[in-house]
């Protein structure tokens, strides 16, 4: 989008000699502006990291250290739990890089939008919709709409299926789930660039296996092999395999994630918590273990921890998680009844923002109208 924004602009500017553009809707941190073209921004994270966002230039001038500086001191943004400096999302660390810059831009350019849409819904973040909404994130400027229409990974055919239903293959996944018993599996996964060293494979080896739960573990090669899949029996020994293969699936780099939440076998999930791995969980009603990697997981990991209620964290030392941990954290998860009777009620809020009435087919009703006037 950068390096054609002039085309962008150009084409927008041709479509609207002949037609009215009512709205323009875009990710990209790299927008055409034209005040003439009313845009809208399509946030693809949570209406949390969007408040930090619509807050960075604030706290960007009452904090003159970088925040990898300030390490564990703890930030307040409105709507948001306390955050420590260390957890804000990843390209914001160093004060001086060009990602930062880049980042502190495009929270400049939010507000000067005709709106926002983010995929999520007001039971879930009532405490960062409320911030935003109350104009809290954007002090001395004007907020401009917000449309909060999610779950967006939630349609019909997802309402009305059953875990042995809307199937398109039967993966070898889905057969191995058949034969579990009801809420029984762990299942973990870590998104397409959730890659770990050997050695902390191991460690969740052995924390899977001394927990005695049964689990699907999706496992991708370790960061700098050659091997493109991972070699199994070399990564987690044939011994392993072998002790676990009555109640544990490894797969090699994908599964069918969605396909897997939704199993009425699976009854915990852990999750580098990217916002749409999240946004599966809750639509499944599946309690969460949050074991954040990069970009702003970190703070998606606290938001669902300490917000919603949803998940419980994963601790880490220097970013490595030791085989006790995950034999605690996994146990808990799997036999933490509370979690689940909360994830099991957000999963009916989830489906109620999109009935008629309900807050995300308002909101959307909302946005549909205002490019009309």
């Avoid at 323009?24 to 990291?49: E, R």
């Avoid at 996944?173 to 050695?199: I, T």
């Avoid at 191991?202 to 899949?229: D, H, N, Y």
């Avoid at 880490?316 to 979690?339: I, N």
Wanted: one cysteine or more; a negative charge.
């Amino acid at each position: 989008m950068r390096l054609n924004i002039p085309n962008v602009l150009q084409a927008l500017e041709t479509i609207s000699q002949s037609s009215k553009v009512l709205a323009f809707i875009t990710s990209s941190v790299h927008h055409p502006y034209d005040p003439q073209i009313p845009t809208y921004f399509y946030f693809t994270s949570c209406a949390s990291v969007l408040a930090l966002f619509l807050y960075l230039p604030t706290i960007h001038n009452e904090t003159p250290k970088s925040f990898r500086d300030l390490n564990d001191a703890v930030l307040h943004f409105p709507g948001l739990p306390p955050l420590q400096a260390s957890q804000m999302p990843l390209p914001l660390l160093d004060l001086s890089g060009p990602a930062y810059e880049y980042f502190l831009n495009f929270a400049a350019c939010l507000p000067k939008s005709q709106g926002i849409i983010t995929n999520t819904f007001q039971a879930l973040e009532p405490s960062a919709i409320k911030a935003i909404s109350a104009g809290s994130c954007v002090p001395n400027h004007q907020t401009p709409p917000i449309f909060h229409i999610g779950p967006l990974n939630f349609d019909a055919k997802n309402r009305a299926s059953s875990a042995c239903e809307d199937r398109s293959t039967s993966t070898k996944c889905l057969m191995w789930l058949d034969e579990q018993p009801s809420q029984s599996v762990v299942f973990l996964c870590f998104g397409s660039r959730g890659a770990f060293s050997e050695a902390q494979l191991s460690e969740i080896a052995m924390g899977l296996e001394r927990s005695k739960q049964r689990f699907l573990w999706v496992v991708r090669s370790p960061p700098g092999s050659s091997s493109v899949e991972p070699d199994l029996e070399i990564l987690l020994t044939k011994e392993f395999l072998e002790r676990t293969k009555n109640r544990g699936l490894v797969v090699k780099s994908w599964a069918p994630q969605a396909a897997i939440l939704r199993h009425g076998c699976v009854g915990g999930f852990v999750t580098h918590c990217g916002w749409n791995s999240v946004l599966e969980a809750v639509t499944y009603g599946v309690p969460m273990a949050a074991w954040p990697l990069y970009a702003e997981q970190a703070v998606n990991g606290v938001v669902l921890v300490e917000e919603m209620k949803l998940g419980i964290p994963v601790e880490s030392k220097e970013g490595f998680v030791s085989a006790e941990e995950v034999e605690k954290k996994v146990s808990l998860l799997m036999d933490g009844k509370s979690l689940r009777e909360r994830s099991q009620a957000m999963k009916a809020m989830a489906l109620a923002a999109w009935d008629n009435g309900g807050s995300s087919f308002t909101s959307f009703s909302e946005m549909v109208t205002s490019w009309k006037q």
